[in-house]
Structures are given as structure tokens and as C-alpha cells.
């Protein structure tokens, strides 16, 4: 299964899934034979040859000589399981509820994955996690420039201001992105794919949030500076323009008024 979630489609998947959940209910699991043969089954449906590579079954005696082209473009085939090591971690929002200890004797600090989990689909729980070291290391050089506690709840205070909300926002951003595709209601389809073309077009805005999931804190600024600009630059043309139709729609108006009055006249 680990192998065809690489390979197969979606609505594939989901039936493997229906039917193994379905066989564990009823008292009577899939047989790997079983699974193998609906898995084989699929992939034929969906014109994969069995030696390519995306075909999912393990071969033992495959052939040996040169890969094909696109043997890159997938990891290589899980061949065996160690028995008793199979684990699932829940893919969730979690966020503690603060990142720093409290009261006497408490001189702890939460960073990273100890402090925020997201679904990984945006890749950014690195990169929040890196966030986070990079403000606690900078609130301990300010506590020992000044001769302070590195442990203590005042040194440690500036970190969880900053990084809680900064997390919090980002982690929210990531959290509904991830509902928005987990659905399959065709007007939220229609939606996030004109918006996704909507955005792919406005390339300051593209910028900003590439900038954003992956550079550092000086250039987000300055990235969502201009992209600011741009959308402050905009609405304020927005706004000359509304003015100015109603303007000359009246000049406009005003001038056939006066050919008109002008026309009737000469012929009167």
C-alpha cells in the first residue's frame, strides 16, 4: 500500500482504503494475495505495465541492467516491513498553549515540533521550527549582553511575544489551505482554481508568499512592503476611476443633451 499511494490515483486509493477497512469490520481482513491482485488489477486499469516504474508490485526476480528515464521521479519500491515497527502519527493543528514555563523553578522553552505541529502540505514546519530558534537565540545574546538569566521567565518572555502570534497566523493560513483541498464540493473546486490562476498571475503577491514560506525575516519585509504598494497603488487607481466615471458619464450625457437642444434648435 505504501508503494501503490506513490503510483495510484486518488479514487483508487480511497477504494483500497474502503476495501481493507471494510474486510477489517466484517471479522475477515484482505489476504496480502487478495490486496496484490486488486493493486495489479488497478494499475492495468490505469495502462501501468508491470515492469515500468510506476508499477507497485515487488519483483524478486526483476530484470538488472539500466533503469528507465523516469525512474527518478518516484522513490524506490519498499521491499519488507520490520515486524512491529509499522507507527502512524496524526497529521493535525496542535499548538501549545504557551512556550515557556511558569512559576518557581521553571525554566523550560518549547521550540519546533515541541511547540507547533501542521499538516505538512505547505512544507513549512522546518522553517517555522528554524524561525523559532533563530528568535530564542537572539532573546539569550540580548539576556547575557545585559547580564541576565538566560533561564529565566523575563529573558525568555520576548521569544514566545514574538513567535507565538507570527506561528499562530501561519500555522491557521496552512490549516485552512489544507481544508481547502481536502474537500471535493465541486463550487469549492471551481473556486480554489480560479484563485489559484488569479494568483499565478499577480506576480508581486506570488513573490511576497514565496518569499514568505522560504527567506529570511528582512526579506519577507521588504517583499510584503512592495506587494503592499501594489495593492495600495491599485485600490487607490480603483478609487480615481470610480470617481471619474460618474464624471464623464455626466459629461458625456451633457454633451448629447447640447447636440441634441443644438439639432432641434436648426430645425425648429
Known sequence: MINAAFRLPTFSLKYLYDRILGAQASGSPIT????????????????????????????????????????????PLVTSLQPGTPASFPLRFNHAEAYIGEGKGSRTVLVGDAAHTVHPLAGQGLNMGLSDVECLARCLENAVLRGGDIGSYTALLPYTQERYLANHVFMAAVDKL????????????????????????LDSIKAAIMMS??????????????????????????????????????????GIGNLIAQASGKRS
Open 32 to 75: 496480502l494475495e487478495q490486496l496484490q491482485e486488486e493493486i495489479q488489477f488497478r494499475e492495468k486499469a490505469h495502462s501501468i505495465e508491470p515492469l515500468s516504474t510506476y508499477s507497485s508490485l515487488v519483483r524478486r526476480d526483476a530484470p538488472v541492467g539500466i533503469s528507465s528515464p523516469d525512474s527518478q521521479d518516484l522513490p
Open 213 to 254: 514560506a522560504g527567506a529570511d525575516v528582512k526579506q519577507q519585509g521588504a517583499t510584503w512592503n512592495v506587494a503592499a504598494d501594489v495593492v495600495r497603488n491599485t485600490s487607490m487607481a480603483v478609487g480615481t476611476l470610480s470617481e471619474m466615471v460618474p464624471a464623464l458619464s455626466r459629461a458625456v450625457l451633457g
Open 178 to 201: 489544507h481544508k481547502v483541498y481536502t474537500t471535493e464540493a465541486e463550487p469549492i473546486v471551481w473556486a480554489r482554481s480560479v484563485g489559484v490562476e488569479v494568483l499565478n498571475e
